[in-house]
């Protein structure tokens, strides 16, 4: 290997001649030249190496130097969304940004309030609710005094229009009648919306032909169409099945909101009525049912507000056409519960249409009791009712009106007689009041059932409070009918339970 630069400079200038012939000087001077070399890589890599880690160092504290920026704005930034939660006014002491110490006091003092302001919620909230059922078994009582002689006035007028009236009265009893009915048509709204409002519409599962309740729907209302120079006309899809399961009144009651209010606001116009099928499923089909008119419509800016109650589109309208603006509400409330929902299309001067889509259970058939061809035969020859009722009104009403079909009435003025007077004789049929003095339909059915399991009990009651179903049945009688009630209905269901 070649002289290291500093060994050759070293050996020319203290060694002369004689000592480059000596081996073993030669020998010892090879290896002090080698020793220099190993010297110079030496002090290389360890030059090398500390600039590595001056390099690694200066990486590292600047990423540490990163970090600690970043952690200070993260800090500062939750310490300003934090100051934010405070309920207080108080300008909220945060301290420097890196201290997390008086943003957890903060924090501590506002869990604090909101348990507080939790608790006094959970108070009002209580008492909202006391109120609130207050309120239902309120309307329930009043609804039953209001039912009970209004019963008696619907049930006079019908009877007085059927004992032929000298022409002069005729008009006089038919305006009795007509407010007559809007009075329970009104209380009738109130109660449902009460009920619905509580949680507590019960929904009844039967066979329903879907053609006769949109039929029965336009009958209804064909009335009202034509004196306000109206035409309906319906459309049902070719390949809708007719017969559903499900809760008809309450669906007949949203279609009748709807068809009314087109007929209230249309005058020379049409009202179509489309039921069309959406999807047919195994067990089921999707109905889309739509309600339109070519009356005056509805402004877009009143479309979300006349579904809300006691809400109509303009405040001339309870002037013009009546009503309380709970028709809508109710309607909304109803198909809510039936898992759809009231839709509108509307504008002011060209009419409206309502529109919801309903997914309903399909059935085989729907027994002859619905057959669109059946006419009702009003006779109840030989059938004998036992009528347990306290209120003279009612007596008077139901007595003529089973009468008049022919039945043979006992009246019994309280549950006591009832019982004493089934125990010794026998009947058809019993119409039970509910509330009454000396002893309730309640009571009066569980002692008649220790002694007769067959006579068929159908409760009349004023009462609308949801649970009167459930009640009636629990103590054994076949079914209930709500005062003041509709001739036809009750004819329906006496002989239902007479067959
Ligand atoms: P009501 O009919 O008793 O006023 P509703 O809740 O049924 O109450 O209707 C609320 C309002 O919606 C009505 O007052 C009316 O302004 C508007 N409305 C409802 N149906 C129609 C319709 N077919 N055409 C025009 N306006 C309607």
Redesign the pocket.
């Known amino acids: 290997m070649a002289h290291h630069k500093l060994l050759k400079r070293q050996v020319t200038k203290h060694l002369g001649e004689q000592c480059t012939g000596n081996e073993n000087f030669i020998r010892f001077i090879e290896a002090v030249n080698d020793s220099y070399h190993a010297f110079d890589r030496d002090k290389e890599l360890s030059d090398h190496a500390f600039t590595v880690s001056q390099q690694e160092f200066d990486e590292i504290n600047s990423r540490l130097k990163e970090e600690v920026e970043i952690r200070r704005f993260s800090v500062k930034k939750l310490k300003r969304t934090l100051s934010n939660i405070k309920t207080d006014n108080n300008e909220a002491n945060i301290g420097n940004d890196d201290d997390l110490l008086e943003i957890v006091d903060m924090l501590n003092v506002e869990i604090a309030r909101r348990k507080e302001a939790e608790h006094a919620m959970l108070i009002a909230k209580e008492e909202a609710e006391k109120a609130s059922l207050a309120k239902s078994e309120f309307l329930s009582v009043v609804s039953h005094e209001i039912r009970t002689p209004l019963n008696a006035v619907i049930g006079m007028g019908h009877l007085l229009l059927k004992s032929n009236p000298r022409t002069d009265q005729v008009d006089n009893l038919k305006t009795l009648k007509t407010s007559a009915d809007n009075l329970l048509v009104l209380i009738n709204d109130i109660l449902d919306f009460n009920k619905i409002e509580a949680g507590q519409l019960d929904l009844e599962e039967a066979p329903f032909s879907i053609k006769k309740l949109v039929n029965d729907i336009v009958s209804a209302n064909n009335n009202g169409a034509s004196e306000r120079e109206n035409t309906i006309s319906v459309k049902f899809d070719e390949h809708l099945p007719d017969c559903f399961m499900g809760d008809s009144l309450r669906l007949g009651q949203v279609l009748n909101?709807l068809v009314s209010?087109?007929v209230?606001?249309t005058h020379k116009g049409a009202i179509s009525i489309g039921v069309d099928l959406k999807e047919l499923k195994s067990n089921s089909a999707i109905v889309v049912f739509s309600v339109e008119?070519t009356?005056?419509?509805?402004a877009k800016k009143n479309h979300i507000d006349?579904f809300l109650p006691f809400?109509?589109?303009?405040t001339s309208?309870t002037r013009q056409y009546g009503?309380?603006?709970?028709?809508?509400?109710i309607t909304k409330r109803i198909l809510n519960v039936l898992n759809s929902d009231i839709r509108v299309k509307s504008e002011l001067g060209k009419g409206?249409k309502f529109y919801f889509a309903l997914e309903l259970a399909t059935v085989e058939s729907v027994s002859n009791e619905l057959d669109e061809n059946s006419t009702v035969e009003y006779d109840l020859q030989n059938k004998r009712i036992l009528l347990v009722e306290d209120t003279l009104f009612n007596v008077l009403y139901a007595t003529q009106l089973l009468e008049g079909w022919n039945a043979k009435v006992d009246v019994a003025e309280n549950g006591a007689v009832a019982v004493e007077m089934l125990q010794n004789e026998n009947c058809d049929l019993v119409l039970m009041d509910l509330q009454m003095p000396v002893m309730d339909g309640y009571t009066a059915t569980l002692k008649i059932r220790e002694f007769n399991k067959q006579i068929p009990i159908i409760a009349l009651t004023a009462s609308a409070t949801s649970n009167v179903r459930e009640k009636v049945i629990a103590v054994g009688m076949q079914d209930y009918v709500t005062k003041p009630f509709n001739p036809d209905d009750f004819f329906v269901k006496l002989k239902k339970h007479l067959s």
């Open positions: 909101n209010n087109a209230k606001f008119d009356g005056v419509g509805i006349i809400m109509q589109a303009s309208i009503g309380t603006g709970l028709g809508l509400a409206s």
